[in-house]
């Protein structure tokens, strides 16, 4: 089992940064892949960036050379830093974490956090 809680979420300016955090509870942290969502008003949930066990990254498109993440597995922690933010990054974000990288990569995780709001005013 695999508890999964966001922080760093807040209230930000177009052209600001803010750094995401997400500790994981359980015992197989290090051999999952994680991920982070998103999902704004009306809009579907949308993966952002992916992490793999051995550091290997995805990215959506619209956030490439923007955003950045990375995981420190003796804290059990992945984070992601988002840099250049604007408007259209505004949303609840949601850490999730599976074994398998192509369940992360098809919408599919096993695990989910509570979620944290983005906001990037403009």
């Known amino acids: 089992q695999v508890q999964l809680v966001e922080s760093g979420g807040g209230l930000v300016q177009a052209g600001g940064s803010l750094r995401l955090s997400c500790a994981a509870s359980?015992?197989?942290?290090?051999?999952?892949?994680m991920g982070w969502y998103r999902q704004a008003p009306g809009k579907q949930r949308e993966l952002v960036a992916a992490i793999t066990r051995d550091g290997n990254t995805h990215y959506a498109e619209s956030v490439k050379g923007r955003f950045t993440i990375s995981r420190d597995n003796a804290k059990n922690t992945v984070y992601l830093q988002m840099n250049s933010l604007k408007p259209e990054d505004t949303g609840v974000y949601y850490c999730?974490?599976?074994?398998?990288?192509?369940?992360?990569?098809?919408?599919?995780?096993?695990?989910w956090g509570q979620g944290t709001q983005v906001t990037v005013s403009s």
């Open positions: 999730a974490s599976d074994p398998v990288i192509m369940s992360m990569l098809r919408g599919t995780p096993g695990y």
């Open positions: 359980g015992r197989i942290f290090r051999f999952n892949a």
